[in-house]
């Protein structure tokens, strides 16, 4: 096997051995560096990860012990979760914006023993955090910080690494953007089909250098490691991540592969836009890609006429790490209005326009038990909530989600739809159209927008007319128009939070004419 060649999936069991062969393949070869240069190999990953983890067990952390872990984005971050792998402990990463009512959420629903956290960050203080929750709760956890410092101990201490990649050792939380977070179920082989599904898909090579620049935390997290781990490829860890200050970094190591979703693109877009002609954001760059939010068609011309590289997106989630993914050899007509191909492996089935799932690289359920029941229908498929169809090559096509689809008198009228040709209006940034409930015609149509600095003010007739010419249906356009200083969005991949749109809204009368101003929803 070549240091070219990804490991063949059927023999990877578990993370920790995926660890371990790359290790002893290419041992100095680098794994991760950060903003401040800091750099780790292979092989130094595997050996720091083994000593973390006999510390770790000296501590009381053994095979199957529930540890809640909320960091950021940090080479230690990644040692840690290796050495919870090496022990084959039940990890609950926890994104490290959520405060006392989402963490202590997660500590008592997995009964975790363990709370790490990385004491004062960003200005809040994680440790005293969790010093209240081991007080308030009937179970306590034990408060660990790490942040610099790892714990540490003898390798020879350890007992033999887990070999069964079937068992539950990882709780990740749903993002909650329509509903209250949920405890997904994740094996290291579901893990891994996901990681490889995204590694094979992107074609990546040795000499590539990728970026995390999003929480560790998130579903995202291990499949990027799996996909340096398959290809043998470094990764930039970004702990922050804010333009324009990152781009040196991504420029100093050559960064080859940027984003995380479709706000990451925009925000890319965006700096472009500040420089001078035919100056490029950065050289080395010649992929962007990402998931997890919809993608409207125009973004990926956007990006391969401004950017100069090439944008492929695809379609996951916390059940189902990867669904289906873009191929930087797809034509560009797939690439600006699919989500890409499933893996082999990945059975998709749309049953009433709405996308199922059953393979390897689905979840095992949730943590509530009736919430596992209704999710899978009588063949073990996984029911998405998405919609969607499947072109005659194969590609998957979104349409909206179930929740997304607004009862107008009637007749089904698909969000997505309209966000894509509003998308395409000069004055709008960005948009999310929802249903609000209506007396007369059971829901009707609203359109909320962000406007790009400078942007002449809107109203509801220019919107509509904009649209009609766009060739939308009539009974389609929006009849009421609210402009905000910024959609809200979750902390990790910025997805739009339209259940905030519509608790915000819920009430209030159709704005005719000129548009409504929100109050400012960043930091919600």
């Given at each position: 096997?070549?240091?070219?060649?990804?490991?063949?999936?059927?023999?990877?069991?578990?993370?920790?051995?995926?660890?371990?062969?790359?290790?002893?393949?290419?041992?100095?070869a680098p794994a991760l560096f950060d903003e401040t240069d800091r750099r780790m190999t292979f092989g130094g990953l595997a050996e720091h990860a083994e000593r973390a983890a006999a510390g770790l067990y000296e501590l009381g952390v053994r095979p199957g012990t529930p540890v809640c872990w909320q960091l950021p984005t940090r080479i230690e971050t990644v040692v840690l979760s290796a050495a919870l792998a090496r022990l084959g402990a039940v990890q609950t990463p926890v994104i490290p914006v959520y405060r006392d009512r989402e963490v202590r959420h997660a500590v008592e629903r997995t009964e975790a023993r363990f709370l790490v956290t990385p004491g004062t960050w960003r200005g809040f203080d994680h440790t005293a955090m969790a010093d209240r929750l081991a007080r308030e709760l009937p179970h306590p956890p034990r408060p660990l910080t790490v942040y610099h410092r790892l714990p540490d101990g003898d390798p020879g201490t350890l007992p033999p690494p887990p070999s069964d990649g079937g068992q539950v050792r990882w709780i990740y939380w749903t993002s909650g953007t329509t509903s209250a977070p949920k405890g997904v179920r994740h094996t290291d082989r579901s893990l891994i089909a996901g990681g490889a599904c995204l590694a094979h898909a992107l074609r990546m090579r040795p000499d590539d250098v990728g970026s995390i620049a999003f929480p560790y935390a998130h579903i995202g997290g291990p499949d990027y490691l799996i996909m340096l781990l398959l290809y043998g490829f470094p990764a930039l860890l970004v702990e922050r991540f804010a333009l324009p200050e990152v781009?040196?970094?991504?420029?100093?190591?050559?960064?080859?592969?940027?984003?995380?979703?479709?706000?990451?693109?925009?925000?890319?877009?965006?700096?472009?836009?500040?420089?001078?002609?035919?100056?490029?954001?950065?050289?080395?760059?010649?992929?962007?890609?990402?998931?997890?939010?919809?993608?409207p068609p125009e973004l990926?011309?956007?990006?391969?006429?401004?950017?100069?590289?090439?944008?492929?997106?695809?379609?996951?989630m916390t059940e189902a790490p990867m669904i289906t993914m873009c191929s930087p050899l797809d034509t560009p007509e797939n690439l600006a209005t699919t989500e890409g191909r499933p893996p082999a492996g990945m059975e998709i089935r749309v049953v009433d326009g709405e996308i199922r799932l059953r393979g390897e690289a689905v979840c095992q359920g949730y943590v509530d038990p009736g919430q596992t029941a209704a999710a899978f229908d009588e063949d073990g498929f996984f029911r998405t909530g998405d919609l969607g169809r499947l072109t005659a090559d194969g590609h998957l096509v979104l349409t909206g989600r179930l929740k997304d689809v607004i009862i107008r008198k009637g007749e089904n009228i698909s969000a997505r739809e309209i966000e894509e040709l509003l998308y395409e209006h000069p004055a709008i940034h960005d948009a999310a159209v929802i249903g609000l409930p209506d007396p007369e015609r059971g829901e009707r149509v609203c359109a909320v927008v962000e406007q790009p600095p400078g942007g002449a003010p809107l109203t509801l007739a220019e919107v509509t007319s904009f649209l009609r010419?766009?060739?939308?249906?009539?009974?389609?356009?929006?009849?009421?128009?609210?402009?905000?200083?910024?959609?809200p969005r979750n902390e990790t991949l910025h997805k739009v939070l339209k259940y905030q749109l519509r608790e915000r809204l819920t009430g209030r009368g159709t704005s005719d004419g000129a548009a409504t101003n929100l109050p400012d929803s960043r930091g919600t």
């Amino acid at each position: 096997m070549s240091a070219t060649t990804p490991y063949d999936l059927g023999t990877s069991h578990t993370l920790w051995e995926l660890i371990a062969r790359r290790a002893a393949l290419t041992p100095r070869a680098p794994a991760l560096f950060d903003e401040t240069d800091r750099r780790m190999t292979f092989g130094g990953l595997a050996e720091h990860a083994e000593r973390a983890a006999a510390g770790l067990y000296e501590l009381g952390v053994r095979p199957g012990t529930p540890v809640c872990w909320q960091l950021p984005t940090r080479i230690e971050t990644v040692v840690l979760s290796a050495a919870l792998a090496r022990l084959g402990a039940v990890q609950t990463p926890v994104i490290p914006v959520y405060r006392d009512r989402e963490v202590r959420h997660a500590v008592e629903r997995t009964e975790a023993r363990f709370l790490v956290t990385p004491g004062t960050w960003r200005g809040f203080d994680h440790t005293a955090m969790a010093d209240r929750l081991a007080r308030e709760l009937p179970h306590p956890p034990r408060p660990l910080t790490v942040y610099h410092r790892l714990p540490d101990g003898d390798p020879g201490t350890l007992p033999p690494p887990p070999s069964d990649g079937g068992q539950v050792r990882w709780i990740y939380w749903t993002s909650g953007t329509t509903s209250a977070p949920k405890g997904v179920r994740h094996t290291d082989r579901s893990l891994i089909a996901g990681g490889a599904c995204l590694a094979h898909a992107l074609r990546m090579r040795p000499d590539d250098v990728g970026s995390i620049a999003f929480p560790y935390a998130h579903i995202g997290g291990p499949d990027y490691l799996i996909m340096l781990l398959l290809y043998g490829f470094p990764a930039l860890l970004v702990e922050r991540f804010a333009l324009p200050e990152v781009l040196d970094a991504y420029r100093r190591h050559g960064v080859t592969l940027a984003g995380g979703s479709t706000a990451f693109y925009s925000l890319f877009l965006a700096a472009q836009r500040q420089l001078p002609p035919g100056e490029r954001l950065v050289p080395t760059l010649r992929l962007l890609a990402g998931g997890g939010a919809p993608k409207p068609p125009e973004l990926y011309h956007e990006v391969v006429r401004e950017l100069g590289c090439q944008l492929t997106h695809g379609y996951g989630m916390t059940e189902a790490p990867m669904i289906t993914m873009c191929s930087p050899l797809d034509t560009p007509e797939n690439l600006a209005t699919t989500e890409g191909r499933p893996p082999a492996g990945m059975e998709i089935r749309v049953v009433d326009g709405e996308i199922r799932l059953r393979g390897e690289a689905v979840c095992q359920g949730y943590v509530d038990p009736g919430q596992t029941a209704a999710a899978f229908d009588e063949d073990g498929f996984f029911r998405t909530g998405d919609l969607g169809r499947l072109t005659a090559d194969g590609h998957l096509v979104l349409t909206g989600r179930l929740k997304d689809v607004i009862i107008r008198k009637g007749e089904n009228i698909s969000a997505r739809e309209i966000e894509e040709l509003l998308y395409e209006h000069p004055a709008i940034h960005d948009a999310a159209v929802i249903g609000l409930p209506d007396p007369e015609r059971g829901e009707r149509v609203c359109a909320v927008v962000e406007q790009p600095p400078g942007g002449a003010p809107l109203t509801l007739a220019e919107v509509t007319s904009f649209l009609r010419s766009a060739g939308l249906a009539v009974h389609k356009l929006p009849e009421q128009l609210e402009v905000v200083p910024a959609l809200p969005r979750n902390e990790t991949l910025h997805k739009v939070l339209k259940y905030q749109l519509r608790e915000r809204l819920t009430g209030r009368g159709t704005s005719d004419g000129a548009a409504t101003n929100l109050p400012d929803s960043r930091g919600t």
